[in-house]
């Protein structure tokens, strides 16, 4: 009877691992048929206006009515017609990166091929990292959401104006795009030189760009501001006494073990080899066209693995369990809707509104958040991710059309990991 029992707990033991086994590669075989339907079933939005057209899929990535009716088309295909050397894919599904992926080269002269811990540059995504920096000393204490930041700031102040009408900028009005500052662009410097943070905000050489001023009323209108997110890191700066790039090393991408991200990368030319170099319309490398000083609002260097563990903290912080960011009330903070964005206040953008450094997209199972971003001479990225689901992508390029191709990506994505889109359904 012993020897029997035996025999039945070998047999058991042998069906579960057998199993087991089976599953595994059931998983596999599932993930890379999802992989190929990804690169091989993206919808392609179409026109005669460049511009009509990345509006179009905008609106649309998530409707996946649309999408389906859409045509067709490969990664290949589209890499070649958009004239982008390297992309990255990192999905996300329920609250785990499901497959990461590189494609072509960091350098179309050169053989070094794109992985999943290559360096692209964030652009505007950095806006969503250095939101949540930000709340997380709210949480601590350390700054306050609705103190006037000309309180904190102290090597330049919010310039005076009219338009102010006796209203105080505030850190949550910067980080909702209401502060009423101007956008800020053209961030370039004069050659060999490099400006301070004042110098760019008061539109001083060595800086080039236009100075930062009040263009409305405080709370009033929804207004995309750059400079609004550079008066938050010189606020971090005067406040705290550290850098920007050392106040992120601390408590977001140390605690997230964020190991392949930096603010500090003009100095290391030791990762030459593994960061994306941005190309042109024509496919054309340039070297990157950055201030080093200015960094909240869009030089975040990251891997897509890294931006993918920083969506799933905070989608995982949303739903209170973790709070190695920080806690579910800080992030639902982070990611209630502040406002919604009129379609004439940015560029006929339709049903969307923005959080914290974050712009905010349908309600219930289809909530998502989402910020894209670009920067000259040609790279973009795409960070998009549901809380309620834990589904979610990255996806960064290293062309300037980059930013077309992650939109039809993401819908290529929404439709083949059946994303919820009971908000965008026609």
Known sequence: MYKKFISVGILSLSAILFLHGCSSEFSDKDRNDKIVRVENEIPRFSGSDPMAILLNAFNNMLNLEHTRRLPKASLNSLMSEYKMPGVAIAVIDDFEIDWIKGYGKIHSGREIEVRPDTYFEAGSTTKIITAALVMKLVEQGKLELDKDVNDYLKSWKIPDSSLLNNKKITIRLLLSHLSGLSEGEGFGTREGEVPTITDVLNGREPATNAPAEIQHEPGTTWHYSNFGFIVLQLLLEDHLGSSYAELMQEYVFNPLRMNRSTFAHYDKKAIRDEVIVPHDENGTP?????????????????????????????????????????????????????????????????????????????????????????????????????????????????????????????????????????????
């Not at 996806?395 to 819908?411: A, H, P, R, Y």
Request: proline share 5%.
């Open 286 to 426: 340039h070297e990157r066209d950055m201030n080093p000083t200015i960094k909240a609002h869009g030089d975040l260097l990251a891997s897509p693995k890294d931006l993918a563990i920083f969506t799933i903290e905070l989608m995982r912080a949303y739903n209170g369990e973790t709070n190695n960011l920080f806690s579910r009330n800080t992030a639902r903070e982070m990611l209630k809707m502040s406002r919604m964005i009129k379609p004439e206040e940015f560029h006929g953008l339709e049903n969307m509104g923005y959080g914290f450094g974050a712009f905010i997209l349908g309600e219930h199972d289809a909530f998502y958040f989402m910020h894209p971003g670009s920067n000259n001479p040609g790279t973009s990225s795409m960070l998009i991710a549901n809380p309620r689901t834990g589904q979610g992508a990255i996806i960064m390029t290293n062309g300037v059309q980059g930013i077309l191709l992650n939109e039809q990506l993401v819908s290529s994505i929404s439709l083949v990991y059946d994303w919820p889109s009971d908000a965008n359904t026609e």
